[in-house]
């Protein structure tokens, strides 16, 4: 029998565009699996509809802020509503990209490993260290602040899709990036340029339960996997698996490479306690597998990687989203 599955998308971020665009891809295969599914924006009448609704979980296509910062998973614990996802408590950690060596290196702590797992060096300013004490006078400082100055990446300290986020190649550009990555976001992160294979490793279950898909090889045709890439196919190529000679040309080494990538992101996905699915980002470097993003809400639209990665695994979508609202159904109540 079906269950009756609220899926939330659209939202008010910005990267409402791809939220649309996985919400319909998620209601199709829950649909395709036999559930009734009711599609939900983020309205102001979006508690009295779920109240009224009284859905058995509900599926969280929220991309960005509202999305990914905790802020509905808050709401639906408060309501009481089972949901598919992390925990918000967890999404407002991994919403924010300068929390990675904290939250990687407790783990650590706690656990005794050593791990695989590393992360860019980079600095986080917050907007109204700019607005109001003039930290844009000192943004001179960055070559010597950012292990081994330019190239450098600006991004919003918070949200996905690569919205706002830049290669920088020196000083003249830097203050324009910084605007830009600032009017998505209220801080900013300037980190190293790491320049290695871009792979995508999507991830299903939890704690050690958790195992990772088939990673995807990002070859962008620009500079980087930047936002208009995430919408156009033209621009960027997937090879998923990713391939054992872009890794090294030592069949076996390349082989241990990959179970080292993906070693690395399924722990920084535990050192979060990320829940049911998530994708790690991350770029091999040759040496390390420099992990740079955490996503608790992984997109679902024709463009995105978690798709590709269930596919390459012999999983159906159908599949995959009748299975992520059965466990959420199945665990104990909140309250």
């Known amino acids: 029998m079906g269950l009756k599955v609220a899926v939330l998308m659209g939202g008010s971020s910005f990267e409402r565009k791809f939220s649309l665009e996985s919400g319909k891809r998620v209601c199709d295969a829950l649909e395709e699996a036999g559930h009734k599914v009711i599609p939900l924006d983020t309205v102001p009448d979006l508690v009295p509809t779920l109240r009224s609704e009284k859905p058995d979980v509900v599926y969280n296509a929220l991309h960005g802020k509202h999305g990914e910062d905790g802020t509905v998973q808050s709401l639906l614990e408060f309501l009481g509503i089972p949901f598919v996802g992390s925990p918000a408590s967890v999404c407002h950690r991994a919403y924010n990209k300068d929390a990675l060596h904290s939250s990687v290196q407790k783990y650590r702590d706690i656990t005794g490993d050593t791990g695989v797992a590393s992360w860019p060096q980079g600095i986080f300013v917050a907007r109204d260290a700019f607005k109001d004490m003039g930290a844009a006078t000192a943004l001179d400082l960055v070559p010597e602040r950012v292990a081994g100055g330019f190239p450098v990446v600006v991004k919003p300290a918070h949200g996905g899709s690569a919205l706002g986020v830049h290669k920088v190649h020196d000083q003249e550009h830097l203050g324009e990036a910084v605007l830009d990555a600032l009017s ?152």
């Open 184 to 335: 998505y976001d209220d801080a900013v992160n300037i980190e190293q340029w790491v320049d290695g294979v871009e792979v995508s490793v999507s991830i299903l279950g939890s704690g050690w339960d958790a195992h990772a898909l088939p990673p995807v090889e990002i070859v962008a045709h620009g500079e980087f996997y930047d936002a208009e890439a995430r919408l156009n196919d033209e621009l960027v190529d997937f090879h998923c698996p990713v391939r054992l000679e872009s890794l090294s040309p030592n069949l076996e080494q390349a082989q241990a490479i990959r179970a080292e990538i993906e070693r690395a992101a399924l722990e920084v996905y535990r050192a979060y306690s990320v829940r049911d699915l998530g994708r790690i980002d991350l770029i091999w470097d040759g040496a390390q597998a420099k992990c740079f993003e955490v996503d608790v809400s992984p997109g679902m639209t024709s463009h995105s990687l978690f798709p590709t990665s269930c596919e390459a695994a012999g999983l159906s979508l159908t599949a995959v989203m009748d299975e992520l609202v059965n466990v959420a159904v199945s665990r104990a109540p909140l309250f």
